[in-house]
């Protein structure tokens, strides 16, 4: 049969999705629905989301290619339009972090790129921006949309198969307030910034990012090449902004670290033996795959291990032991001392044993999260899921050779609250307090990044009744199948794919980055796609 497929979104799942959708044979009817203005981008790589300045968290070698590679692309640029985002076309590699404005960029003309190999196969496609889908139903007739163009009336449409590929879920600009974001992404990047006491919530890149915009507002970076510090100017040394970040532990992330790619194999803690362990059944699941872990990192870095007290560590006790070298240090000091370290690792292309041994792991962990049961799941998200996260999350060495000039410059500060503390939004500005005492800021910015969703956040009130039937009892997720199909009561037949990163985080928590998205889209195209040998035949919805 010919389907007729809705793809609802069009970030980088939803590119990888189409990527693979045009390379079927059997000619397809596809409506991509975008809500944005401009499709193929992605919110954190559009112009509304972004900064020139910040950097995206991933160089070539990592992205998986569309239909070129990232550098390949950079290579094809006009000289000049690359130094507009500062960027020398004599120095690319494929190891560069560079502006995600720029990965926007290439992301757009790849999506373009998507349509016309996908046109010229015969498939038909439209594309729908400023279209939002404000309901979604699955009916015996077929899967109904409600789509609305400019904010115009919903109209319905139908479809043999819908994809979810909706991306970062944000609070609505609306709901913030003059002296409190909800979050980074939605009026911040427009809003102007006064010179006052800021707090930021979160220490991650997105918290930093948040105050690298606010920070250039008010002044800019200088140095930075053939070895020069970077030096942060104030436009007006006598009125700079003071910007608190604060988290849990006040902890940095560290610098990016070289390492082989694409990753070598693991010896120990493969996903043949993970796979073997989680056959066992859940009772003691996680105990038995930090066995795994433990002994690929002995066996990786033996110094390290002793180091750690790896011996005597649990699942339970080896994050405290991991972080222990950084939470008693002024996260500055440790910020310039990693970086040092970091830079002159990646000139020699040497690599540190077990940071390398544990970034590889997590993708075993990755998959082996999905059969946990709660209290190992819950176990896990407060001990080594902390872990993965910092290891892997680790930033660009760019991003912390700035935040080191803006914290010289008396610009950054971090502030430790410890594991209770209080926001207060009575009176004027927000108070804050903690482990670190107590703090009031005139303006205050929620910087944690996406958590995890459930059925609850779903935007789509028809499909959220009909999952309601039969939702998980503690309202914590959404239940899909290894090929991310909803589970609909009484739809059985129903093909709706949810690839929404937020609401499948609680399972998958690693799954926020472009390969993770590459992977999710992939996947879900090939499972919805008919055997090659099928005779097309109409479908049934479009003959409607």
Known sequence: ????????????????????????????????????????????????????????????????????????WLHRQPGAFLRIYGVDPGTLHDRQFLPRLLLGGYFRDQFERLLERGRAAGHQIALRERCRVVD????????????????????????????????????????????????????????????????????SLSAIDAAMSIALQHGRFSGGSEGAAVVYEPHDPAAIPRITLMSRSGILPEADFYCPLPYEPLQICTEEAAEAEAARGPQGLLDRLFALFAAQLAAADPDYAAGIGLDDLTADSFSAAYFAGRSGVEPFDHAARNLAEVLENHAAKRTVAWRYAILRMHEVFDRMIPMLDEADLDRFDGGLKTVFVDNYAAIPPSSVSRLLALHAAGVVEVLRLGRDYDLDERGSGVAVSGAGGDRRFDLFIDARGQRPLDLAALPFPGLRRQLAQDADPKGREIAVDPQFRLQIPERDAAEIRLAALPFLMRRRPFIQGITAAAEIGTLVARSILPPAEEAPQQSAVAAR
Request: overall charge negative.
């Open 1 to 72: 049969m010919t389907l007729n497929i809705a793809l609802v979104g069009s970030g980088p799942t939803g590119l990888y999705t189409l990527a693979t959708l045009v390379e079927q044979p059997n000619p397809m009817l596809l409506t991509i629905y975008e809500a944005a203005p401009l499709g193929g981008v992605g919110m954190p790589y559009s112009p509304d989301a972004t900064h020139i300045a910040m950097l995206a968290n991933i160089a070539s070698i990592e992205i998986p290619p569309l239909t070129e590679t990232y550098l390949d």
């Open 136 to 203: 979604i139903e699955a009916l015996p007739e077929g899967l109904r949309l409600l789509a609305s163009t400019d904010g115009a009336e919903p109209e319905p449409l139908f479809h043999d198969r819908v994809i979810l590929a909706t991306g970062h879920v944000w609070p609505d600009e609306a709901q913030n307030t003059p002296t409190y974001y909800l979050s980074p992404w939605t009026g911040l990047p427009e809003a102007e910034i006064p010179a006052a006491r800021i707090g930021v919530l979160g220490t």
